[in-house]
Every structure is written in structure tokens, then in C-alpha cells.
């Protein structure tokens, strides 16, 4: 049976969806609700697993443990790393991949962004979920939406020079906190992924004042998204 896992970062981002939920139940593992119930008719499981890369691995392997989902969302918000996104646009994840982790001087063989026991440096996204997550931003906000790298960090990226530099190691479009502890614990349970990120700063000296403003208006945007991944993902399966 096909199962959707929805992850976000913070109360905002998944309180939409834990709404539309039907026949929801919750339940308490390692300190987050998981909502189990059925959104536009299939089967889901929505978590708030907190912020940061840790917090986000957990619930993917508690997702995939405990509940058996058969794909993975991670839905929320983003930083702007590319001058033709503004406030308000949609990424959908190509791949993902770590901005702060560097085993290089150790190993001149690893790459900036590269773990260790990995045959790749950034994560691959599902064809087919990337597929689903596009139209669906294209149909939510036309034109504004970018398929395309994310890159993820244990910090919030509120100056110029922080952007710089993770444009320069990352090449992607956008950047947060939780993406990339997601994409790999998916990859490596061989578990179908993507990540929809709507923006909702510039990543730059502005952060600060514009994150506060517009998240919220960004999460109800990815919400909305996900809402509609999940219709196509139940539309053909019915299909098949």
C-alpha cells in the first residue's frame, strides 16, 4: 500500500495539512505528533520533526520504522540562493546536499558537502515526485516555480557573505535546515523522496526582517503544493 510521509520543519508548515486530514489519529514517538489519517484519499502520515538535520533524519527513519511510508515530502520554507527567485517562488528539490559538512582536509578525496561511506555527494530526488511536486506549483503560482539543488545547514543564513559561500560550494537555489538530513536517511532506507521550498527571504542581510513576514504566507503556499502532490501521487495509483 502506498503511504505518504509529510514532513515540516515547524508548527506552521504542517498545521494546514494536519486540517484536512481524514480519520486522523496521532501518536508520540521521540517527541513529535505523527497525524496518521487520509489527505484528498490517501494514505498519510504528517510530522513536525522540529528544526535542524538531526531532528529531521529521526522522523524519516521513525516514518519509515515505525509507520512504513512508501514516499517522502519535505515541506516548508527557504532561503533565496538564486537573484531570479523572489518571496513567494516554489523550488522543488533535483537534489540535495550539505552545505556545512567538510571532511576534505582529512581526505583529499571528499568533496565539500560529501559524508563519509557515501557513494554520492548530493542526495537524487525522485523522478517521478519531482515530477508531481512541478506541476503542482506550476498550477498553485505559474512560472514561479524552479526545479534545482537544496542545501542544507544547522544554521540560519541571515548575511551575504553566508550566501556566497554556500552558492559557490552548492550551486543551488536555495537553502534551510532540514532538507538534506531528509534526503539522505530516504536514500538510504531506498525510500522516494522530494522537498518543496517556498521562499521566504533572500538569504542575505534582509533575512532577518523579511522571514518573519512572509513564512507564514510561504508555508500555507507549500501546504497547498503537498495537498496537490499528494491528489496526482493518488491519481495514479488509480490509474495503475
Same mark, same amino acid.
Given at each position: 500500500?502506498?503511504?505518504?510521509?509529510?514532513?515540516?520543519?515547524?508548527?506552521?508548515?504542517?498545521?494546514?495539512?494536519?486540517?484536512?486530514?481524514?480519520?486522523?489519529?496521532?501518536?508520540?514517538?521521540?517527541?513529535?505528533?505523527?497525524?496518521?489519517?487520509?489527505?484528498?484519499?490517501?494514505?498519510?502520515?504528517?510530522?513536525?520533526?522540529?528544526?535542524? *538535520?538531526?531532528?529531521?533524519?529521526?522522523?524519516?527513519?521513525? !516514518? #519509515?520504522?515505525?509507520? $512504513?511510508?512508501?514516499? =517522502?515530502?519535505? /515541506?516548508?520554507?527557504?532561503?533565496?540562493?538564486?537573484?531570479?527567485?523572489?518571496?513567494?517562488?516554489?523550488?522543488?528539490?533535483?537534489?540535495?546536499?550539505?552545505?556545512?559538512?567538510?571532511?576534505?582536509?582529512?581526505?583529499?578525496?571528499?568533496?565539500?558537502?560529501?559524508?563519509?561511506?557515501?557513494?554520492?555527494?548530493?542526495?537524487?530526488?525522485?523522478?517521478?515526485?519531482?515530477?508531481?511536486?512541478?506541476?503542482?506549483?506550476?498550477?498553485?503560482?505559474?512560472?514561479?516555480?524552479?526545479?534545482?539543488?537544496?542545501?542544507?545547514?544547522?544554521?540560519?543564513?541571515?548575511?551575504?557573505?553566508? *550566501?556566497?559561500?554556500?552558492?559557490?560550494?552548492?550551486?543551488? !537555489? #536555495?537553502?534551510?535546515? $532540514?532538507?538534506?538530513? =531528509?534526503?539522505? /536517511?530516504?536514500?538510504?532506507?531506498?525510500?522516494?523522496?522530494?522537498?518543496?521550498?517556498?521562499?521566504?527571504?533572500?538569504?542575505?542581510?534582509?533575512?532577518?526582517?523579511?522571514?518573519?513576514?512572509?513564512?507564514?504566507?510561504?508555508?500555507?503556499?507549500?501546504?497547498?503544493?503537498?495537498?496537490?502532490?499528494?491528489?496526482?501521487?493518488?491519481?495514479?495509483?488509480?490509474?495503475?
Amino acid at each position: 500500500m502506498t503511504k505518504l510521509g509529510i514532513i515540516g520543519a515547524m508548527q506552521v508548515e504542517v498545521e494546514t495539512l494536519v486540517s484536512q486530514l481524514e480519520n486522523k489519529t496521532v501518536s508520540q514517538k521521540a517527541g513529535s505528533s505523527f497525524y496518521e489519517g487520509t489527505l484528498v484519499g490517501l494514505p498519510v502520515v504528517v510530522v513536525q520533526c522540529g528544526v535542524g *538535520k538531526v531532528n529531521a533524519a529521526l522522523c524519516v527513519q521513525i !516514518l #519509515c520504522d515505525c509507520f $512504513e511510508v512508501t514516499h =517522502i515530502v519535505n /515541506t516548508g520554507v527557504a532561503g533565496s540562493l538564486c537573484a531570479d527567485l523572489d518571496i513567494g517562488d516554489l523550488v522543488v528539490s533535483q537534489d540535495a546536499m550539505y552545505h556545512d559538512f567538510d571532511c576534505h582536509v582529512i581526505n583529499e578525496n571528499y568533496s565539500v558537502g560529501q559524508v563519509p561511506g557515501m557513494d554520492v555527494v548530493a542526495f537524487p530526488a525522485d523522478d517521478a515526485l519531482v515530477g508531481y511536486a512541478f506541476a503542482a506549483g506550476e498550477l498553485e503560482n505559474p512560472g514561479h516555480t524552479k526545479i534545482g539543488r537544496v542545501a542544507s545547514g544547522d544554521q540560519f543564513v541571515c548575511q551575504k557573505s553566508q *550566501k556566497e559561500q554556500i552558492v559557490r560550494i552548492t550551486g543551488a !537555489l #536555495c537553502t534551510e535546515m $532540514e532538507g538534506a538530513g =531528509i534526503a539522505q /536517511t530516504a536514500y538510504r532506507n531506498n525510500v522516494p523522496y522530494v522537498i518543496i521550498r517556498a521562499i521566504s527571504d533572500k538569504a542575505d542581510d534582509s533575512a532577518e526582517m523579511d522571514y518573519p513576514t512572509f513564512e507564514t504566507i510561504a508555508a500555507h503556499r507549500c501546504a497547498k503544493v503537498t495537498s496537490s502532490l499528494a491528489r496526482q501521487l493518488k491519481e495514479a495509483l488509480d490509474v495503475n
